[in-house]
């Protein structure tokens, strides 16, 4: 049941089946963790569907009669606007038309952008390098009462090494592709993720980004998934619920260490990676041990480790999770519609953009994964000047959080997402508990 709830957190299978949907459709400012509803739900005046599901039966598909109205237009600045203070967001982005392809996108942008620097390249791998041996200091130094802010900035620091592998994956990193290859593989050992597996699986997320089924990243829960099994249905509701930002420790133990996941012309490719993170572990840890003693590994690798995870589930899933933000099946789906309208900008503090290298100034690396982390803010600049009211802009918020968090579950083809609570009530108290705890602040 271990093995069939992690496979499932973030690889669905199987077709996409209905489900109940009772939107709450109003005109006033809806609060987060309610419903997640279309900006054209929000102008359907006088429509109203009521639905009683069982707590303790299957969920099926629940016919309902609604009153037809004709919906106005939905690209409405002033009903953008709404939504966008509604999810936590500074802007939410018209949608693109159905003539631009990813090519118009990129043509705008300025050649310079694509150009790698290895001066800058190195730079960002002295930052991080320091950054953490300052953590690890911190760690050593600080009293028991400020561990957790030494483990906050060390677990932030390490994520650095992450970005830093990630653009040796996207040949983003040197020209030099064996240097990229050996540079990627070492920044990813403290963080016991094996290189090569995850290239492969990143580089489908881009290819198909919010597809639904294909997309290796964040997918709504498939219906049919939620509605199988009371024990996994729990688990689901959890699993993206209370621990969403740490479900990224799922994710890594699914898809990398399994070599069924991965096509005959990548095997070798992978067990390599698997060899060194394997060596790391039967070296670097008993080391660690030897030195420091079992809570010193917990004291200096693995709660950093966690503080990483945090980073990594949540930069993800804030990438590209949103009520307003559509996963389409793969004969619905486009391709620049996906990348610029269904990926989020979104702005951190300044110490974590610096030690997580402007990974998340997010929709350049979208429209082209080539572009190198340093130049990944004057793409921004070039996509808002030619681009810019298509794009979706957020600042990191609690709003934010909680709008992912209690809002975006089951999928739903009109509604793109159907909260847990709205399906199953009586088992959903972690997200009921999460709409009461979590603070609803968007400054």
């Not at 970005?163 to 540079?183: M, R, W």
């Not at 503080?307 to 993800?316: A, D, E, K, L």
Request: glycine share 4%; hydrophobic share 45%.
């Amino acid at each position: 049941m271990a093995s069939r709830i992690a496979d499932y957190l973030f690889a669905f299978t199987g077709p996409q089946q209905c489900l109940p949907r009772a939107p709450k459709l109003s005109s006033a400012r809806l609060s987060p963790g309610v419903y997640a509803v279309r900006p054209i739900d929000l102008l359907l005046k006088g429509t109203r569907r009521t639905f009683l599901v069982p707590a303790k039966k299957r969920i099926g598909c629940i016919k309902a009669v609604s009153v037809p109205v004709a919906p106005p237009s939905a690209d409405n600045a002033e009903d953008r606007e709404q939504l966008a203070e509604s999810y936590g967001f500074k802007q939410i982005g018209q949608d693109l038309p159905d003539n631009v392809t990813l090519k118009d996108i990129m043509d705008t942008l300025p050649k310079e952008v694509f150009e790698i620097d290895d001066v800058k390249a190195w730079k960002s791998v002295l930052i991080s390098v320091t950054s953490y041996a300052l953590g690890l200091f911190m760690i050593a130094k600080a009293p028991w009462y400020l561990l957790p802010l030494a483990w906050a900035w060390t677990g932030t620091a390490v994520t650095g090494f992450f970005v830093i592998g990630h653009d040796c994956a996207h040949k983003s990193f040197s020209k030099n592709k064996l240097v990229e290859d050996i540079v990627g593989t070492l920044a990813f050992l403290p963080l016991v993720y094996p290189y090569e597996p995850w290239r492969f699986k990143h580089d489908r997320h881009h290819a198909k980004t919010n597809m639904l089924v294909h997309d290796t990243a964040w997918q709504p829960v498939p219906p049919e998934e939620f509605d199988s099994s009371p024990v996994l249905r729990k688990a689901i509701i959890f699993g993206y619920g209370p621990i969403r930002p740490w479900l990224s420790i799922a994710h890594w133990v699914n898809w990398h260490f399994n070599l069924r996941k991965f096509r005959p012309s990548e095997v070798n490719r992978v067990k390599i990676s698997l060899a060194c993170v394997f060596a790391f572990m039967a070296v670097g840890w008993p080391l660690i041990i030897y030195k420091v003693g079992v809570l010193g590994w917990v004291k200096f690798w693995l709660m950093p480790w966690l503080g990483y995870h945090f980073w990594m589930s949540t930069f993800t899933m804030v990438h590209h999770t949103a009520p307003h933000i559509p996963f389409k099946p793969a004969d619905k789906w486009n391709a620049a519609q996906a990348q610029l309208n269904g990926t989020v900008h979104c702005d951190y503090p300044s110490w974590i953009e610096i030690l997580c290298h402007d990974i998340n100034v997010h929709i350049p690396h979208h429209i082209s994964p080539r572009i190198p982390s340093y130049n990944l803010r004057a793409t921004h600049q070039s996509i808002q000047e030619n681009w810019g009211k298509y794009t979706n802009l957020a600042t990191w918020n609690w709003r934010l959080m909680k709008t992912i968090m209690t809002v975006c579950h089951v999928y739903d083809k009109e509604e793109n997402y159907i909260p847990f609570d709205r399906l199953a009530p009586e088992e959903s108290q972690p997200i009921t508990f999460l709409k009461k705890a979590m603070p609803d602040y968007a400054a």
